[in-house]
Structures are given as C-alpha cells and as structure tokens.
C-alpha cells in the first residue's frame, strides 16, 4: 500500500483510487478504509496466469518458435509441451536454453538468445516436406 502524503491518490496493488484526505486527517485509516471490502484486486499477473493459455496453440498455423529458460519459474515446462504437441505445424521448435530462467534477454547467457533467434531465422526452407496433398475434383 501507498500513500502519498498531502496528496490525494491511494495505491493499493495495481489499483488505485482518488480519495480526499490530507496531511494530519488520518490519511492512513482514510487509505485502508476506501479499500476495505471482501476482495483485494489480485494485479495483472494473477488474473493472466488463471487464463492460460492466452491463445489457442491449434489456431497458430505459423512456423512457431518456442523457447524457454531451464531455470524459467514461470513457464512451467509441461505446460509448454503441452502447448506446443497442439501447434498444428510440422515446422516448430522447442528449445530449452541453459542456465537462463524467464527474462532471457537480459540474463548473463543472452547471446544464446540471440543465436538461437538468428539460427532459426536464417535456416534454409526444406528442400522437400513430403506429398503434396492431392484437391478433391
């Protein structure tokens, strides 16, 4: 909780509310009152993780990349799997990156990060990906 002495904002989370309180008139009690209810907002983060996955895996069509840290404490790695058995494509990667966790730009192996980005951005397109499939007459 936040408040800001002689001000007017109160900040509790990532909510916010504009109460009328000033220096000397128990602007504590005045802060913990506006907010006195049987919930508190859980923030962004909560309400995102109860979501996941945010998009369907069997909708991206897309040449999909996934990568992940070995030491991510935030994409739980069997979920990943799942997510990524669901990507239709047959052009996909799954990659697990050692010794970086979820904020793998700037992590300390970062430039494993940006190989493995140029690697897949610069492969060679198949030379061949099997039968085309023959339209119905």
Same mark, same amino acid.
């Given at each position: 909780m936040h408040v800001r002495l002689g001000g007017v904002r109160c900040l509790l989370g990532s909510q916010h509310r504009q109460i009328g309180i000033h220096r000397g008139d128990g602007h504590i009690e005045a802060c913990q009152r506006s907010f006195r209810s049987d919930s508190i907002p859980n923030g962004t983060y909560i309400d995102m993780c109860s979501k996941l996955p945010i998009v369907d895996p069997a909708r991206i069509t897309a040449p999909t990349l996934l990568m992940r840290g070995q030491y991510d404490g935030i994409a739980a790695f069997d979920d990943l799997i799942e997510f990524f058995k669901r990507l239709p494509s047959a052009d996909k990667q799954f990659t697990v990156m050692p010794g970086i966790s979820h904020a793998s730009f700037q992590q300390k192996n970062y430039l494993m990060v +940006? $190989? #493995? #980005? $140029?690697?897949?951005?610069?492969?060679?397109?198949?030379? +061949?990906?099997g039968p085309v499939p023959q339209r119905a007459s």
């Amino acid at each position: 909780m936040h408040v800001r002495l002689g001000g007017v904002r109160c900040l509790l989370g990532s909510q916010h509310r504009q109460i009328g309180i000033h220096r000397g008139d128990g602007h504590i009690e005045a802060c913990q009152r506006s907010f006195r209810s049987d919930s508190i907002p859980n923030g962004t983060y909560i309400d995102m993780c109860s979501k996941l996955p945010i998009v369907d895996p069997a909708r991206i069509t897309a040449p999909t990349l996934l990568m992940r840290g070995q030491y991510d404490g935030i994409a739980a790695f069997d979920d990943l799997i799942e997510f990524f058995k669901r990507l239709p494509s047959a052009d996909k990667q799954f990659t697990v990156m050692p010794g970086i966790s979820h904020a793998s730009f700037q992590q300390k192996n970062y430039l494993m990060v +940006y $190989h #493995l #980005l $140029h690697a897949w951005f610069s492969r060679p397109e198949p030379v +061949y990906i099997g039968p085309v499939p023959q339209r119905a007459s």
